[in-house]
């Protein structure tokens, strides 16, 4: 046997191990990722919620988004809002952001409230986590055993049901379509801490916003 040979056996056989091995350890790391889940995206759910300035920017970096992929024809943008703006990534023209941002305000206060529903948005990925979570931890507790037919229920359960109630959590607690108190101040580069779960080591535009009450 050549080495070419051994080579090629010895890198079957890590792969092999490293796949038998995630196999073995599935069960424990989906439980764990479950009672994670239901820890962590209440509280996630609950910051958006008890700030109505996220809410309000939350709503128009919503809009603006949706206002992108309608006139300009842009995909799968991504954005983080605070309290003194929010920030778009995937898009690097700033002017352009700040001509869907002003038209979004003008929209949204003309009575155009569905631009605050966004169906790539993070509540609605999180609700739907939370879902298939739920429902695993309770069949789990149920039975007192795990089977994986029990994760291919949570996670139909959560296709079906977490795009639904994805948009009611949007709409009800992360957006505000009240949007009479804030300006547009400025659009500019800054630098974010993440954009979503990811970390970011370029700048990505910011739309600044201010409030009058």
Request: aromatic share 16%.
């Amino acid at each position: 046997m050549g080495l070419l040979s051994i080579l090629v056996i010895l890198v079957l056989a890590f792969f092999f191990s490293l796949f038998f091995l995630a196999l073995f350890l599935f069960p424990f790391t989906y439980t764990l990722f479950s009672f994670l889940t239901v820890f962590t995206i209440p509280s996630q759910l609950w910051r958006l919620a008890k700030s109505e300035k996220i809410r309000q920017n939350h709503a128009l970096e919503h809009a603006t988004i949706n206002v992108l992929s309608e006139k300009y024809g842009f995909k799968h943008l991504a954005g983080l809002s605070f309290e003194d703006g929010f920030f778009i990534g995937g898009i690097f023209d700033p002017s352009l952001v700040e001509l869907a941002a002003r038209e979004s305000l003008a929209r949204l206060r003309g009575g155009e409230k569905s631009l605050v529903i966004h169906r790539e948005c993070g509540t609605s990925a999180g609700v739907g986590n939370l879902i298939s979570a739920l429902v695993f931890i309770f069949l789990l507790l149920l039975t007192g055993r795990f089977y994986f037919f029990y994760i291919i229920i949570s996670i139909l359960l959560a296709s079906i049901l977490g795009s639904f109630f994805g948009k009611y959590a949007q709409k009800y607690l992360t957006t505000s379509s009240n949007l009479e108190g804030i300006e547009i101040k400025r659009v500019i580069f800054r630098m974010p801490q993440k954009l979503g779960f990811f970390p970011l080591h370029t700048p990505q535009i910011f739309v600044e916003t201010t409030f009058s009450k």
